[in-house]
């Protein structure tokens, strides 16, 4: 019974890494640009969310020769190794193709990393506007409100971006949300793209954009050596967030005021 199982589980797998190689079609049934309109600035919260969680994004974005920014609010200094990990995700977006002269990393006093550092949605909000406005941004890309992880300071990013959303609505910005998956559907590796493809047709509205270069997102996340420890390695092979992204428009007017 058990080898049945698992012998199913390396079809599926094989199965899934097939749709990738050689079937691979994101799903976008909403358009995430505008015809024209490709100064796209992905935020996030420390080094390397950009590599675990928004690779599948990134490639797509690259290879549709977008304009990409990141702003990253934080050097990611709980354990004291900001100035190190500052230089990691300079590493990792050139393994990504993001130009280094449009990657801003903040090392703001009152926007440092970790669990209990709450984050003035009042200083993201104006530190994001003064980001669209010097870039010319037009999409915004980040968390959900439950930041895939949980984590307070993703979580603080998703809020700063809906109340420049909401403080902004002249501007015509649009801003998309990766959507928190179940702890389910988070460590099955790529066979959440049969999930994901399954969950846009109930939800018309989301855009499932498949990883067509998985291997670049290993690449990129092992420049970040001070956390390529062994659990994070497996987290890279198993979490799903390497093989697929579920993005979701955010709507400022039917969230409550923040
Ligand atoms: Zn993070």
Redesign the pocket.
């Known amino acids: 019974m058990v080898v049945v199982f698992l012998s199913l589980i390396v079809v599926i797998w094989v199965a899934s890494f097939f749709k990738i190689f050689f079937r691979a079609t994101s799903i976008s049934r909403a358009t995430i640009l505008d015809d024209g309109k490709k100064n796209v600035m992905f935020v996030?919260?420390?080094p390397?969310?950009e590599s675990?969680?928004f690779s599948p994004t990134i490639n797509y974005f690259t290879s549709t020769a977008c304009n990409l920014h990141i702003l990253c609010f934080s050097t990611?200094n709980a354990d004291g190794m900001g100035s190190i990990r500052d230089q990691e995700l300079h590493r990792a977006c050139a393994v990504l193709k993001v130009p280094l002269q449009q990657l801003k990393i903040l090392d703001h006093p009152n926007l440092q990393?970790g669990f209990g550092q709450l984050w003035s949605h009042d200083l993201l909000t104006e530190i994001i506007e003064e980001e669209v406005t010097n870039h010319y941004i037009h999409t915004i890309i980040t968390f959900d409100n439950y930041?895939?992880?949980g984590?307070c300071?993703?979580r603080d990013v998703h809020r700063g971006v809906l109340k420049f959303l909401q403080t902004n609505s002249g501007r015509n910005v649009k801003a998309w949300e990766l959507v928190s998956l179940n702890i389910f559907r988070k460590y099955c590796g790529p066979v959440d793209i049969w999930l994901s493809i399954l969950s846009a047709k109930r939800h018309p509205s989301k855009v499932i954009i498949i990883n067509k270069q998985p291997w670049k997102s290993f690449k990129a996340m092992a420049q970040h050596l001070s956390q390529w420890v062994w659990f994070r390695k497996l987290f890279v092979l198993f979490s799903s967030y390497t093989y697929v992204n579920t993005l979701d428009r955010i709507n400022p007017e039917s969230n409550e005021l923040l």
Do not use: E, K, R
């Open positions: 996030i919260a420390h390397d969310d675990m969680f990611g990393d930041g895939v992880s984590h300071n993703h």
